[in-house]
């Protein structure tokens, strides 16, 4: 049974093999993405609408780049000036949407659910680019293709996720793809950014950056999300990159081969030692960003499949 999803909302709903799938074909798109001629006709003729409702840089251009080069119309909704501004609901902005017959729909949202709520209006697939402290599910699945290029497997790795836990989707969707594919994971970070429901995740947490990197595989920094913040979470950034961000002396405690991630936008000097950042031999940042445009190129090119099957099948059917 292969890739049987007509939606990606998030990494809860896919099995391992499904994981494994997608990454799979998205190993082919790097490929693609590599050479002179990077465009391929097999979104050709379906159309593909990107709707931010947060601002979002690399997510954007990432789904638009990837839609294409796979030959999809690729449109970008302004949601900041559209007509959800002037009271429009969701509800019929997604009818409006369905009216203009779009294959494929990409959302941002800043409240969690709204993008499965959207799913359920609409007759195309939808893809999760972010809903609130939710999941972002592209965001897990290019880290985990960007860890298995690195380290040439997905499973059995120590791999240690730190920083602003509480207000991360990343980290979530990241903790449950983990999980699914047999990685002992560990949480590091002060206790005034971890998730009240931590215990519910099955993982190790740690206040102590040394012991909470101590020959670990994979270090991922997660950004300070200062605007999901609304109290004193951290006494000041100074004191947060002394105790928290990631420099020379806490990724020594780290294996020596260790690999180090971050989502992006960085804050060097908050979450992050700029050196550290830019060191080839350790960091892959700039692979995560590179390994976000093939596996997006994957899991429109796997949802597409599906949806054509759907409509064969309802027409069939007729």
Do not use: W
């Not at 003729?45 to 294409?68: C, D, H, P, V, Y």
């Not at 000036?81 to 990409?106: C, F, Q, R, W, Y």
């Not at 990724?251 to 060097?268: C, E, F, Q, T």
């Not at 899991?299 to 409509?311: F, G, K, P, S, T």
């Amino acid at each position: 049974m292969g890739f049987a999803q007509r939606h990606l909302l998030g990494i809860e709903h896919l099995r391992p093999e499904e994981i494994t799938e997608i990454l799979d074909l998205a190993d082919q798109y790097v490929e693609l993405n590599r050479r002179d001629v990077k465009h391929s006709d097999t979104l050709a003729g379906l159309t593909q609408i990107n709707m931010f409702f947060e601002n979002s840089t690399r997510t954007q251009a990432s789904f638009e780049l990837a839609g294409k080069r796979l030959g999809a119309d690729v449109m970008n909704m302004a949601m900041q000036a559209s007509s959800i501004k002037k009271g429009e609901t969701l509800i019929d902005t997604a009818l409006t949407l369905n009216a203009m017959h779009p294959d494929l729909l990409v959302v941002r949202h800043p409240h969690s659910g709204a993008v499965d709520l959207l799913a359920q209006k609409v007759n195309c697939a939808v893809l999760n680019a972010g809903d609130g402290r939710h999941e972002h599910p592209t965001q897990a699945l290019l880290d985990a293709l960007t860890i298995r290029r690195a380290k040439g497997r997905l499973h059995r790795l120590n791999i240690a996720i730190c920083g602003d836990i509480a207000h991360s989707r990343v980290a979530r969707s990241n903790l449950i793809l983990l999980g699914k594919m047999e990685n002992r994971v560990r949480l590091v970070g002060p206790p005034t950014l971890m998730p009240s429901q931590i215990s519910e995740f099955g993982v190790e947490v740690y206040e102590d950056m040394a012991e909470g990197l101590q020959d670990v595989d994979v270090v991922m920094m997660l950004r300070l999300q200062r605007e999901r913040m609304d109290g004193g979470f951290i006494p000041s950034e100074r004191e947060y990159y002394h105790r928290y961000g990631l420099d020379a002396d806490k990724l020594s405690n780290a294996k020596d081969d260790a690999i180090v991630m971050h989502p992006g936008p960085m804050n060097r000097g908050v979450e992050i030692d700029g050196t550290i950042a830019d060191d080839i031999n350790r960091s892959v940042i700039q692979e995560q960003v590179e390994m976000g445009v093939a596996v997006r190129m994957a899991a429109m090119d796997l949802l597409a499949r599906n949806q054509r099957a759907h409509r064969a099948t309802q027409t069939a059917e007729i």
